[in-house]
């Protein structure tokens, strides 16, 4: 969220090398960047305009220092604990190779989906289905989540808990925090260093988190974002979705399944606005000769008529009052066309990729039996 990050797609969907002069300054909540695909889905258009930085570079002795008396003093953790924690930290050379591998190409819809939509995707899911049914749909019942979605995040993001990452949390984030790569572009600095910004904050919120969850977090492996557990979640993201679905007083998306499911139902309801029984998204065709429809941003905010307007027609019956996002998709037979809902918005929230979120959606149509179009 969260997750993750990169999108996740870091995707982040997932800031990283610089202090300002006055020392560690925590930016804006950020979404959570789940750490699954390696390839972006497409650039994330959804980005607000940020405050501008100062970007005069700071001794790494004394941005360390302030984020040491700054943590201790936003979070009440003793400065003495927290040195003690960062000495036991180590900068990851694979981290900072990792962030800085060039992007690769945007694939189109066609290569993309592949990539997280198979049968064994499928088939594993179903069957992860199968063994938590009981649970899964307790969290549904509560939540208006369905059981298949919550499922299809766990399956692209881990592959059902399968990978959830092999690096030292503390160490990825400590690295993108402090060594965030620079590229030497003058016009990519500003990016890089809200970018260890993010992770910076990430950092101090992994203090947080360990003292409320009680948990060492020199010990916590993830992905090299420092995302964790099959939900992917980010420390800022544990903290504020992640609940106790199982009642032991813990919300633990290490060790505790109750948890994963409900938490990552949390984060469609709280973050996302799920609507609970309300569609995803529905095929739609474009009349000839009109040019698709590219918004600035993903949310549902056009009328049906409006999008009739500019030529898109539902091929399934929607409410009259419904609203809508329009999503064209690189399909290997010719473009295809659909209206993202709410919901499919939703699942934008946990990855900014309109690719991601449809592959979501359909992988979990797909889990839940239902037939989904060809790629």
């Known amino acids: 969220m969260m997750k993750s990050a990169l999108t996740c797609l870091l995707a982040l969907s997932l800031s990283a090398c610089w202090t300002p002069k006055e020392g560690f300054v925590s930016p804006p909540p950020s979404p959570p960047r789940p750490a699954v695909a390696a390839v972006p889905a497409e650039a994330?258009?959804?980005?607000?305009?940020?405050?501008?930085?100062?970007?005069?570079?700071?001794?790494?002795?004394?941005?360390?220092?302030?984020?040491?008396?700054?943590?201790?003093?936003?979070?009440?953790?003793?400065a003495a604990q927290i040195e003690a924690t960062l000495a036991r930290a180590t900068f990851l050379d694979s981290v900072v190779a990792a962030m800085s591998r060039p992007a690769e190409r945007v694939k189109p819809w066609h290569e993309y989906r592949p990539m997280f939509i198979s049968q064994?995707?499928?088939?594993?899911?179903?069957?992860?289905?199968?063994?938590?049914?009981?649970?899964?749909?307790?969290?549904?019942?509560?939540?208006?989540?369905?059981?298949?979605?919550?499922?299809?995040?766990?399956?692209?993001?881990?592959?059902?808990?399968?990978n959830t990452g092999r690096y030292s949390v503390l160490d990825a984030l400590y690295?993108?925090?402090?060594?965030y790569p620079r590229s030497g572009d003058p016009d990519k600095l500003e990016r890089?260093?809200?970018?260890?910004?993010?992770?910076?904050?990430?950092?101090?919120?992994?203090f947080a988190l360990g003292r409320e969850e009680k948990l060492d977090i020199a010990a916590l492996k993830g992905s090299y974002a420092g995302a964790m557990g099959m939900g992917q979640f980010m420390p800022s993201s544990y903290r504020e979705f992640a609940v106790d679905g199982d009642g032991d007083g813990r919300r633990d998306l290490f060790g505790s399944l109750d948890d994963v499911f409900a938490s990552i139902a949390n984060y469609f309801a709280k973050k996302g606005g799920w609507v609970p029984g309300a569609p995803v998204a529905v095929p739609a065709t474009l009349a000839p000769g009109r040019e698709p429809f590219d918004p600035v941003d993903w949310t549902p905010s056009h009328s049906l008529a409006d999008l009739a307007a500019r030529g898109y027609a539902p091929q399934q019956p929607l409410p009259a009052?419904?609203?809508a996002t329009p999503v064209s998709l690189a399909g290997s037979a010719g473009p295809q066309y659909w209206l993202g809902l709410r919901n499919y918005y939703a699942i934008t929230r946990y990855n900014i990729s309109k690719m991601y979120a449809m592959a979501v959606y359909q992988l979990s149509e797909a889990i839940a039996g239902r037939e989904i179009p060809p790629a």
Do not use: M
Request: hydrophobic letters at 45%; a neutral charge; proline letters at 9%.
């Open 192 to 206: 890089e260093v809200r970018r260890e910004l993010f992770f910076r904050d990430e950092l101090a919120q992994l």
């Open 44 to 78: 994330a258009p959804e980005a607000p305009p940020a405050p501008p930085l100062d970007l005069t570079p700071v001794p790494f002795e004394t941005a360390r220092a302030h984020f040491v008396r700054d943590t201790a003093a936003r979070y009440g953790i003793p």
């Open 175 to 179: 690295t993108l925090a402090f060594r």
């Open 120 to 162: 064994a995707r499928i088939d594993g899911g179903r069957a992860f289905l199968a063994r938590n049914r009981a649970a899964l749909e307790k969290v549904q019942a509560a939540t208006g989540v369905p059981a298949e979605l919550i499922v299809a995040i766990i399956g692209v993001e881990t592959s059902y808990g399968g």
């Open 321 to 323: 009052d419904a609203t």
